[in-house]
Nanobody, 130 residues
Framework: QVQLVESGGGLVQAGGSLRLSCVASGRTFSEYAMGWFRQVPGKEREFVASIDYAGGGTFYADHAKGRFVISRDNAKNTVWLQMNSLKPEDTAVYYC???????????????????????WGQGTQVTVSS
C-alpha cells in the first residue's frame, strides 16, 4: 500500500523560503523517480519538479527553475523540495508522487505530468502572502 506523507508547508511572506518533505512507503523507493506537483482550487494539478530514481537528474517546471531545488535520500525514503524566492502565485497544495513505474526518469515524469499517477498523499498547504 503506497503511503506519501507531505509536510513542511505553511504561511510565508513573498520572498521567503520553505522546505517541503515527503516520506514515502509501499514501494522500493530507490527504484522510482519522484515528483512534486501542486494544485490550486479550481485548477488542474500541475508538475513542479522531479528527480531520477538514483538522484542523478533533476527537472523543473519553468515556474520553478532557479528558485526550487528537489533532492532525495534513498536511505530515508524521503524527497524534499526547497522553495526559495516564493511568490504569491506559488500558493497551492503541494503533493509528492512516485513515478507510475520503476526505473524511469525524472524527465519522463515531467513530460507525463499527472498521467497514470494514481497514488497521492494528503498534500501540504503553502500560502505565500504579498
Amino acid at each position: 500500500q503506497v503511503q506519501l506523507v507531505e509536510s513542511g508547508g505553511g504561511l510565508v511572506q513573498a520572498g521567503g523560503s520553505l522546505r517541503l518533505s515527503c516520506v514515502a512507503s509501499g514501494r522500493t523507493f530507490s527504484e522510482y523517480a519522484m515528483g512534486w506537483f501542486r494544485q490550486v482550487p479550481g485548477k488542474e494539478r500541475e508538475f513542479v519538479a522531479s528527480i531520477d530514481y538514483a538522484g542523478g537528474g533533476t527537472f523543473y517546471a519553468d515556474h520553478a527553475k532557479g528558485r526550487f531545488v528537489i533532492s532525495r535520500d534513498n536511505a530515508k525514503n524521503t524527497v524534499w523540495l526547497q522553495m526559495n524566492s516564493l511568490k504569491p502565485e506559488d500558493t497551492a497544495v503541494y503533493y509528492c508522487a512516485f513515478d507510475f513505474e520503476p526505473l524511469g526518469s525524472g524527465y519522463r515524469m515531467k513530460r507525463r505530468g499527472v498521467t497514470e499517477i494514481h497514488d497521492w498523499g494528503q498534500g501540504t498547504q503553502v500560502t505565500v502572502s504579498s
